[in-house]
């Protein structure tokens, strides 16, 4: 009786592995939206609360939870969901996922007709500087947004020396661009790096207010994910684009 108990108890340490994943959990700390300061009057208004975002990494599956929108890549599915929970309501899209498949057709022919090369226009510059944030070493990279009505200054702190799977983290930040209209030609730049941002510091001009907003990764741990993490809620609705007017692309 004592051997079989012993072959049932190493049958359950072989399994057990395969029963509990055991994923990557990065926490970052945003001050948004940051310091609002009027550029006619120079008064300076607090901004709100610090929140968290949360970027998942698991096996071929990830998340990134940002404020009220959460992206959820299914490598194994060949899937990505774009989750809007302000509006109860998600996109889903096979891989690759394309800005055309995620808008209705008129505006695919609009895009594909030239359309977002009207957009802002992106820079992004690698620099010599090197700081270290906690113990991670970081390089400094700096993009400017131009154009819709904006000017964004992002100074950027990337590290190499995170110890995640960054070939999953390149992909599920190239998903993300895609839910967002402006900021995502820098996401896909910092995809395109390999590194991961520790640090981010922006600054938005529009309309004669500047705001000031910060991020920064506060710890990286191995957690056991939810049945839910990645999946989009059951009670919300699946809809059909991401986008459905230039506006909405940040076009007029």
Known sequence: MQGVARVL?????????TLVSADTLITVEVEAPGRTLSLHSGQEQKGAPKKESRIWLGEDRARYDDLRKSVILRRDLGKVYYVDHSRRSY???????????????????????GAL??????TFTASDERKAFGSWNCRRYEAVIDGAGL????????SSEIGVDRELLAD??????????LA???LEKIADTGAVPVVEENRLQAGGVSVVSRREVKSVRTVTPGPDTYSPPADYK??????RTLHELGLR
């Open 172 to 181: 599920l930040l190239r998903a993300a661009a895609l839910s967002q209209p």
């Open 91 to 113: 996109v889903e899209a096979e891989l690759p996922a394309r800005l055309e498949t995620l808008v209705p057709p008129e505006l695919a022919e609009k895009i594909a007709g």
């Open 238 to 243: 699946k809809v059909d684009y991401l986008y």
């Open 151 to 158: 000017h964004v200054t992002r100074t950027l702190w990337l």
């Open 184 to 186: 995502g030609a820098v």
């Open 9 to 17: 108890c190493w049958l359950a340490c072989l399994l057990l592995p």
């Open 117 to 122: 090369e009207k957009r802002a226009t992106v």
